[in-house]
T-cell receptor, first 114, second 111 residues
Framework: DAGITQSPRHKVTETGTPVTLRCHQT?????MYWYRQDPGHGLRLIHY???????DKGEVSDGYSVSRSKTEDFLLTLESATSSQTSVYFC?????????????FGPGTRLLVL | QKEVEQNSGPLSVPEGAIASLNCTYS??????FFWYRQYSGKSPELIMS????GDKEDGRFTAQLNKASQYVSLLIRDSQPSDSATYLC???????????FGKGTKLTVNP
């Protein structure tokens, strides 16, 4: 599992509530990613990080922010959750030799916004 | 965004048969190609990576890459019920430095 944990694993919240999801890795990987997975859309990149305090937007970043104050932790925040953000959220890390990097995924967080 | 397309499925094969999963991609600059397996309710799990034209075999799995045709496939020989899952094709796009996923093909292997 590449030493990746996500918390919480399941969360139910209400529209308008802020939500923070945590991804923790134990192997000092530089690159970390947040994806969401929805039926009919597959996996879509929300934000990624290439180092402490270095982050960038992905394909579906609106409504999400991220922070990375330590190598091992990458936080995803929904400032004001909406029902359209109901999804399964996966964190991933990138590992391997240059030009042969591969992404490995955490166990996921199921988020339901009522 | 450059796209990754997979045959829509679902795909159903009998136990012991060969399952063939296909994927096309639009970014000609792509260099790295991956197949992930995802069981229902679980996270994607890497099963194959391929970087050069031709075939790459690992046990019952064979990945095939044809960069000229922008096509990558996964063959599963002697399919087992435990192979029933959704298979995701992923392409690392050199220009954007991002991994782009297809929507997946659901495979069912019938005993």
């Amino acid at each position: 599992d590449a030493g990746i944990t996500q918390s919480p694993r399941h969360k139910v919240t209400e529209t308008g509530t802020p939500v923070t999801l945590r991804c923790h890795q134990t192997e000092n990987h530089r690159y970390m990613y947040w994806y969401r997975q929805d039926p009919g859309h597959g996996l879509r990149l929300i934000h990624y990080s290439y180092g402490v305090k270095d982050t960038d937007k992905g394909e579906v970043s609106d409504g999400y922010s991220v922070s990375r104050s330590k190598t091992e932790d990458f936080l995803l925040t929904l400032e004001s959750a909406t029902s359209s953000q109901t999804s399964v959220y996966f964190c991933a890390i990138s590992a391997g030799t240059p030009r042969r990097e591969t992404q490995y995924f955490g166990p996921g967080t199921r988020l339901l916004v009522l | 965004q450059k796209e990754v397309e997979q045959n829509s499925g679902p795909l159903s094969v009998p136990e012991g048969a060969i399952a063939s999963l296909n994927c096309t991609y639009s970014d000609r600059g792509s260099q790295s190609f991956f197949w992930y397996r995802q069981y229902s309710g679980k996270s994607p799990e890497l099963i194959m990576s391929i970087y050069s034209n031709g075939d790459k075999e690992d046990g019952r799995f064979t990945a095939q890459l044809n960069k000229a045709s922008q096509y990558v496939s996964l063959l599963i020989r002697d399919s087992q019920p435990s192979d029933s899952a959704t298979y995701l094709c992923a392409v690392f796009q050199g220009g954007s430095e991002k991994l782009v996923f297809g929507k997946g093909t659901k495979l069912t292997v019938n005993p």
